[in-house]
């Protein structure tokens, strides 16, 4: 059964720092691209950034600069390192994983607030 387990939400103040963790299970972490995804209250699920398989990064323009995506394929974990919070990232973040080549499905986490608030 696959798992994706979001870990490390809160409540932080205006220009505090957050670091979100996506543990995985049930998959080979190694073949997905994973991404993290966030949704404010009466918003649309959007997307933050994302991590290829092999490594590569991209973020959403809102965020470039502040959060860093990295991921440990030993641990079968990713990360979000989220610093100079504003109010406007306050959502909740999901976590997602997108199989490649062989590996296929795609699965969501169940989500971790972040609140971002003085």
């Known amino acids: 059964q696959v798992q994706l387990v979001e870990s490390g939400g809160g409540l932080v103040q205006p220009g505090g720092s957050l670091r979100l963790s996506c543990a995985a299970s049930g998959i080979t972490f190694r073949f997905y691209n994973m991404a993290w995804y966030r949704q404010a209250p009466g918003e649309q699920r959007e997307l933050a950034a994302t991590i290829t398989s092999g490594g590569m990064t991209n973020y959403v323009d809102s965020v470039k600069g502040r959060f860093t995506v990295s991921r440990d394929n030993a641990k079968d974990t990713m990360f979000l390192q989220m610093n100079a919070l504003k109010s406007e990232d306050t959502a909740v973040y999901y976590c997602?994983?997108?199989?490649?080549?062989?590996?296929?499905?795609?699965?969501w986490g169940q989500g971790t607030q972040v609140t971002v608030s003085s």
């Open positions: 997602y994983a997108e199989g490649t080549g062989l590996y296929r499905g795609d699965y």
